[in-house]
């Protein structure tokens, strides 16, 4: 097999998996096992081209509605997609409204090659998916909850949740970084290069990237730590395996 069929095999097949969504009929541990399998797979790619196909990549951007007016507890996940999947994220407020057109929507807008691009919109749908499969759940186990009280414990769940998934990705994401340096020299500089067609590419658009502070929220520490627990259970491990769905770590 050429080197050109087996990029556009890979690419295919990234594409499949990122099909198989909660919404269209896997269940969560399917939907994980997917997207587990496309890591893999993406870098599996990144190492098939050489840097000649990698500077000749075009890069796109996906964006992903925000549900709400404001932002929810996935948006602590959003770098941190970004990096694991070597994208440039930002929040992109909509043009500017006036009195005759419709409200303008806030949406994530993810930037990179299309193979990374698909992948975190895929991540940021399963993370969203299990903030809310999980929420569900948390709020059955606690039926005695009412009013303010429910609205401060399901915020701490979710924010809880969103952190540890958080934090699981970057170290994922420094994993495959350590791995990359340990591995073939090869792979470390078809990295760099690809962050550079990237930062490239993004410049031509002239969009201009202002830093934000964290907000503070008040939290119910146990629920909180509940929330923590749940975003444990994502798994979010490297497959072992090749063929077939993955063999979980």
Sequence with gaps: MSQISEIDRAKARIRALTEK???NGCTDAEAFAAAEMVGKLLDRYM???SEVQVREQICIQAKMPMAGKRRGAIDGCVPAIGRFCHCIVWLDHG?????SEAPSTKCYVYFGFEAD???AVYLYKIIEQAIRSE???????????RSTQLRLATRSFQHGL???????LEELHQSRESALRAGTSRGTALVLVKQTVVQDAFRETKIKLRSRSASVIAIDRQAYM?????GDRINLSRPVGDQGV???K
Aim: proline share 8%; hydrophobic share 40%; with cysteine.
């Design 21 to 23: 969504t909660v919404q």
């Design 47 to 49: 190492l098939t081209m």
């Design 95 to 99: 043009p500017a409204s006036d009195e």
């Design 117 to 119: 691009v698909q992948m």
């Design 135 to 145: 929420t569900a759940a948390f709020k059955q186990l606690n039926p005695r909850l």
């Design 162 to 168: 969103a952190k540890r998934v958080e934090d699981r």
């Design 226 to 230: 509940a929330g923590g627990l749940a």
């Design 246 to 248: 993955p063999c979980l």
